[in-house]
């Protein structure tokens, strides 16, 4: 949805305020007590894109391999934690924060086959997560991968996928150091949980997806290529598709789609191929993202025509089909369709007659938004969300009828496990009260707690949630979740934390972290905005805020915090906003328009420039997402919602921590440094903009249970510092 008149007007009015004022130190005062921030020079560069000059004060902070760049990024870190270790409380918060994260398991990556449950789990009281194998019938998990076993200090690794052989003899692992996401692929045999040799590098982007060959004799996987004559490698573009076959050197694996390969054939620098595979099917599929493209492209083979470069592919859809996902059953191919279905349809493609013109449609647009789903042998089992809840919709193979088993609790599926050669599925449920566990749900819909996870001992029954509707800026009605004490009483004294992501049609949906009840049970507030750019109500709400209308997602998070403040749930001076990595533009666009909404705020390894975005490694496959400065009109827009750009001299801004990872490789870790720097230049109020870098720490995927509780602590604490909370000041 476009912006309103007076939308485009004030937007137009806070972009030439932004490119007209001088980036210029703020004026010297007195040093508070937790003291002044290293010095940030200032060596501004000016761009000009179609005739605007934008000045970019800190641009020499993008050379991380600089000595002076390391150390002043050394100083930060070195002041930040100093910053921290003064906030009191905060060790007392770390310790109930330790207490509650270990009292519930986590389990991740379930996937069912032949029977067996694969999975990763961080048990209760452990730090990382281990990888298991079960009986689904019969119960009693065995351990197959320990990667705290290979770790030491400074050095950490976690498992990255995890992808089951056919016949569930063996389990492909991608393992990488340090948050890197840098995977080494590995394979475990299940019978004894010994490593095959075989160990295949630059394989960090097979978390989209693998296929083993029917018959498990080996496999198809996605690889970066090699470094070039510089020593310069690619971390998520030029992609190609090999297959491996076991007990083979990697060496002699045949590439068979991807970049580069054939002429007639072009894939972009970003687009990202997978192959799918069935254990009851002649045929297999290429599935290519366009980068973070929604809409994908279909390519169908017979596995007895695999030839290498030579294979004849043939095409079954391009990105204006508007299909979002496959899944193989036999001869039959299903396709989640958003063309003129906003909230999704189900296809059925006969694979004997491989046009997209003969599919049809076997689920109907309704109001539910279909998510994802998986096969078994009785029907294909799909995720849809209905009123900000998950529902799991059972579509039957043979009479292509559908049912809805009623879920045990209302919440959201995390993951749906099932297997081609064996009936009915396994789900993962979580809710914002409700510990996650996993279910065996019959063909007949009768759903058993195999129990996995044990049952959580942090205790959430005076815990009320709530979903209320914010009338946004253009009147867009937009959901928002509240958590909080039901005793607490609505007088605006609430500590409270307002979070929103708003990107890639991603969901926000409930979620179980026992750490909140460290948060909840001092009368503190947990607010999730349901901001538009994510795919809470379909692809329309993604669409909502997506490139030229951005502006969106930060302007429905600032109506959440007015909804708080007028409600009563809490007020400026008591709360915090909070947006991680894509969520760095919504937190940020919301402290550049309306600082004095917020106490304080939180960027986690945020998207703070976006200017500078697409020359990152992980740049091109997010011009799909956010937009290029190649494009006139995508610039204007993407300058205007920059949360970088838009930082204001003599702004009172709030109380700022900005968090990274020094090893992130999808959010470069010099867009925290550049946003910090900016801020505590530009800020006037006085209060503290702190920057925390994690140097063994990349975005989050497979951090540890010690990392998550110490940044958490390090947040919260800063947070209730600034709110003037009882039991927090600086010491």
Known sequence: MLLSSQGRFATAIFL??????????????????????PASPVRTVVNNYFGTKVNDPYRYLEQLTDGEVSTWMK?????????????????????????LNNASDSIANLVEVRGQQFYLLAEAGRNGRRLFVRNAATGG???????????????????????????????????????????VL???KVEDASQLPESIDRAGLNHHGMAWLPDSSGFFYNRLPKKDAKGVGERYNKSVVWQHIIAQSPDKDQALIGFGLNAQRPFATADLPHLITDANSTYVIAEVEHGDAVDRSLYVAKLADLKGNATPWQKLAAPADQIHAAWLHGDQLYLLSYQKAPRGKILQLDLKKPYLSTAKTVVKPGSDVLRGGAVAKDALYLHALANGSSKLIRLDHSSLQTNAPEL????????????STDEGASIALEGWTSPKAVFKVSAEGRFNDVGIVQPSRADFSNIATRLVMV????????????????????????????????????TMSPNFDPMRLAWLEQGGVIAIAHVRGGGELGEDWHQGAH????????????????????????????????????????????????????????????????????????????IAEFGTVKNPAQFKAMLSNSPYHNVRDGVAYPAVIITTGANDPRVASWM????????????????????????????????????????????????????????????
């Open 471 to 506: 009338r946004s800026h253009d009147g867009v009605q937009v959901p928002m979740s509240l958590l909080y004490r039901k005793d607490i009483k609505l007088d605006s004294s609430n500590p409270t934390i307002l979070s929103g992501y708003g990107a890639y049609g991603l």
């Open 75 to 99: 100083a930060q870190a070195d002041f930040t934690g100093n910053v921290l270790q003064h906030i009191s409380g905060r060790t007392a918060l770390m310790q109930r924060l330790a207490e």
């Open 547 to 622: 490139i030229l209308n951005k502006a969106n997602t930060a302007l429905d998070f600032i109506a959440a915090a007015e909804y708080l403040i007028k409600n009563n749930y809490t007020s400026s001076t008591k709360l915090a906003g909070q947006g991680k990595s894509a969520g760095g533009i919504t937190i940020g666009g919301a402290i550049n328009r309306r600082p004095e909404l917020f106490a304080a705020a939180h960027s986690g390894v945020g998207l703070s420039d976006l200017l500078r975005a697409e020359l990152t490694p992980n740049g091109p496959p997010n």
């Open 141 to 183: 998990q065995k351990l197959l991968l320990d990667p705290d076993s290979m770790s030491s200090p400074g050095k950490t690794y976690a498992i990255d996928f995890l992808y089951p052989s056919l016949d569930a003899a063996m389990v492909i692992v991608g393992l990488s150091q340090g948050g890197s996401e840098n995977s």
């Open 408 to 419: 045990p609790f209302a919440g959201t599926i995390r993951q749906i496990g099932a297997d």
């Open 186 to 188: 590995k394979i475990i």
């Open 16 to 37: 030439l305020a932004s490119l007209c004022i001088n980036h210029v130190q703020a004026a010297d005062s007195a040093a508070p007590a937790w003291g002044k921030p």
């Open 672 to 731: 925290s440094s550049k946003l910090a720097a900016r801020l505590q230049a530009a800020s006037s109020s006085g209060k503290p903009v702190l920057l925390r870098i994690d140097y063994d720490g990349g975005h989050g995927m497979g951090s540890s249970r010690a990392k998550i509780i110490a940044e958490t602590a390090d947040v919260w604490s800063f947070f209730l510092w600034q709110m003037d909370a009882p039991g927090y000041s600086y010491k």
